[in-house]
């Protein structure tokens, strides 16, 4: 187990801006936001209508009617790992998330590793949504895909440096956008039904020649890495701990709430789409936006599309938001040359990392110029193996002195983390190899930044601290 510095308790006379420490102590974010504000925010996060508009078409072009069936069992999967980022979220309730309590249970290089994996799902992920930006104001405005998704993620930018509670409100209004045009496709698609709920159970998707090929399980399980990270955001909840009043009660609520919710608004409408697509090939095709104008109107259409371009905006402010708190936190617990761990950790007068803000979004501004479609499959396994690396630090969560301190605790333990190692790994080997290769070069590069730097030098860098309530 790695040494973790907990903060001093708060002092009872706080700036507005941050919790202040003493001389050499880690200085700690701000705990301005409850379960509401958690969950709002963690819910932008899934971001389930510009899942279910950008992301969900590619597995519907790969899976048919497989598609909803796949979905509901990466959530089964989800509802383990929930539970192991439930547990250990409230052990270490650290905007380091994943990285804080994979270091903490695991040791330092297992941390670095779920560090660098996180790192690369956040910064990938924003940019790529964001393009998806002008298809959806198409109806309105017709836009270059990489200007409208460098200008979203310069909104979010924005946004980022702005009080997390403000925030938690701006998206929560978003949000409530994104799931009445979730709805409206549900009930559109179910309206509509030309096939039976049993077409869920009986994977097909359209074959060369026209007529149905069935899909296999082999297929399914290659395509649950995506299927995982399609529902991954309401790990958001635990990179907010260090936020949240009350961390120990509050983190489990925000995250299994919000894994609940992201999972019905997103397989429902996936089930209504299959249901409702006039044959295989529509379905494939994914042209969502083409089967609700079918369904309805072109008004409707064009009010689901801007619906779900306030999604894409929504999803880039709360993953500008996230990933701007890891990078704070990983300076703060000095993972890099002293002069850069500065500069990360500053905080704005809002209480938010502005420096780590800016060196998110304004990266990923200049990243929606890069084609990254090829990216989604390194994500999806990036996600897969983070997820492991927490199964893993889950299985020693209850070691020592944390066996016995006040946390929420996952029932079925160790069975739940045990089962989950299990199906993780074996999803991995289901990969394309070439998103295999990827992710394990990237891995390895930052081994050797470990063994070269960051080793050498472990009474210095990459302490990772446990902030007080």
């Given at each position: 187990?790695t040494?973790?510095?907990?903060?001093?308790?708060?002092?009872?006379a706080?700036?507005?801006?941050?919790?202040?420490?003493?001389d050499?102590?880690?200085?700690?974010?701000?705990?301005?936001?409850?379960?509401?504000?958690?969950?709002?925010?963690?819910?932008?996060?899934?971001?389930?209508?510009s899942?279910?508009?950008?992301?969900?078409p590619?597995?519907?072009?790969?899976?048919?009617?497989?598609?909803?069936?796949?979905?509901?069992?990466?959530?089964l999967?989800?509802?383990?790992?929930?539970?192991?980022?439930?547990?250990?979220?409230?052990?270490?309730?650290?905007?380091?998330?994943?990285?804080?309590?994979?270091?903490?249970?695991a040791?330092?290089?297992?941390?670095?590793?779920?560090?660098?994996?996180?790192?690369?799902?956040?910064?990938?992920?924003?940019?790529?949504?964001?393009?998806?930006?002008?298809?959806?104001?198409?109806?309105?405005?017709?836009?270059?895909?990489?200007?409208?998704g460098?200008?979203?993620?310069l909104?979010?930018?924005?946004?980022?440096?702005?009080?997390?509670?403000?925030?938690?409100w701006?998206?929560?209004?978003?949000?409530v956008?994104?799931?009445?045009?979730?709805?409206?496709?549900?009930?559109?698609g179910?309206?509509?039904?030309?096939?039976?709920?049993?077409?869920?159970?009986?994977?097909?998707?359209?074959?060369?020649?026209?007529?149905?090929?069935?899909?296999t399980?082999?297929?399914?399980?290659?395509g649950?890495a995506?299927?995982?990270?399609?529902?991954q955001?309401?790990?958001?909840?635990?990179?907010?701990?260090?936020?949240?009043?009350?961390?120990?009660?509050?983190?489990?609520?925000?995250?299994?709430?919000?894994?609940?919710?992201?999972?019905?608004?997103?397989?429902?409408?996936v089930?209504?789409?299959?249901?409702?697509?006039?044959?295989?090939?529509?379905?494939?095709?994914?042209?969502?936006?083409?089967?609700?104008?079918?369904?309805?109107?072109?008004?409707?259409?064009?009010?689901?599309?801007?619906?779900?371009?306030?999604?894409?905006?929504?999803?880039?402010?709360?993953?500008?938001?996230?990933?701007?708190?890891?990078?704070?936190?990983s300076?703060?617990?000095?993972?890099?040359?002293?002069?850069?761990?500065?500069v990360?950790?500053?905080?704005?007068?809002f209480?938010?990392?502005?420096?780590a803000?800016?060196?998110?979004?304004?990266?990923?501004?200049?990243?929606c110029f890069?084609?990254?479609?090829?990216?989604?499959?390194?994500?999806?396994?990036?996600?897969?193996?983070?997820?492991?690396?927490?199964?893993?630090?889950?299985?020693?969560?209850?070691?020592?002195?944390?066996?016995?301190?006040?946390?929420?605790?996952?029932?079925?333990?160790?069975?739940?983390?045990?089962a989950?190692?299990?199906?993780?790994?074996?999803?991995?080997?289901?990969?394309?190899?070439?998103h295999?290769?990827w992710t394990?070069?990237?891995?390895?590069?930052?081994t050797?930044?470990?063994?070269?730097?960051?080793?050498?030098?472990?009474?210095?860098?990459?302490?990772?601290?446990?902030?007080?309530?």
């Open positions: 187990m040494e973790t510095l907990p903060s001093p308790p708060s002092p009872t706080l700036a507005p801006e941050t919790t202040p420490a003493p050499g102590a880690p200085r700690q974010l701000k705990r301005s936001i409850g379960v509401v504000g958690g969950t709002l925010l963690t819910l932008s996060c899934v971001t389930p209508a899942t279910l508009f950008v992301v969900v590619d597995l519907f072009s790969s899976l048919g009617t497989a598609t909803a069936l796949t979905i509901a069992i990466g959530a999967l989800c509802v383990g790992v929930a539970f192991c980022y439930s547990e250990l979220g409230t052990l270490i309730p650290s905007a380091g998330g994943e990285y804080a309590m994979v270091s903490t249970m040791g330092r290089l297992a941390g670095w590793l779920v560090f660098v994996l996180s790192l690369l799902v956040v910064m990938i992920v924003p940019p790529v949504i964001a393009m998806g930006t002008a298809d959806y104001l198409a109806p309105v405005v017709h836009l270059d895909p990489s200007l409208a460098a200008g979203v993620m909104l979010a930018t924005l946004a980022g440096l702005l009080d997390l509670r403000a925030n938690a701006i998206t929560g209004v978003f949000l956008l994104e799931v009445v045009a979730a709805g409206v496709v549900a009930v559109l179910f309206a509509h039904a030309e096939r039976g709920a049993g077409s869920l159970a009986r994977p097909e998707v359209a074959g060369t020649g026209g007529g149905p090929d069935a899909v399980a082999m297929l399914i399980v290659s649950l995506i299927a995982l990270f399609v529902t955001g309401f790990s958001t909840a635990v990179y907010l701990s260090e936020e949240m009043e009350n961390p120990r009660r509050n983190v489990a609520r925000t995250v299994l709430l919000t894994l609940g919710i992201s999972a019905v608004v997103l397989l429902v409408p089930a209504a789409i299959t249901m409702g697509a006039p044959d295989l090939a529509t379905l494939t095709s994914g042209d969502i936006g083409g089967m609700v104008a079918a369904w309805s109107s072109s008004g409707v259409s064009t009010f689901i599309s801007l619906c779900v371009a306030l999604a894409i905006i929504n999803a880039g402010i709360v993953m500008v938001i996230q990933n701007s708190r890891v990078l704070f936190a300076a703060r617990d000095k993972a890099w040359p002293a002069p850069v761990n500065t990360l950790s500053r905080l704005g007068r209480g938010s990392p502005w420096v803000t800016l060196l998110v979004g304004l990266p990923g501004a200049a990243f890069v084609d990254l479609d090829t990216l989604y499959g390194v994500t999806g396994v990036s996600v897969t193996g983070m997820y492991l690396l927490v199964a893993v630090a889950a299985l020693l969560g209850r070691r020592g002195a944390h066996g016995a301190a006040p946390a929420w605790r996952m029932p079925l333990w160790p069975g739940v983390p045990v989950l190692v299990a199906v993780l790994a074996y999803v991995l080997s289901q990969q394309e190899t070439g295999l290769l394990g070069g990237i891995v390895g590069v930052a050797l930044y470990w063994v070269f730097y960051l080793r050498p030098r472990r009474g210095s860098r990459w302490l990772v601290s446990v902030p007080g309530e």
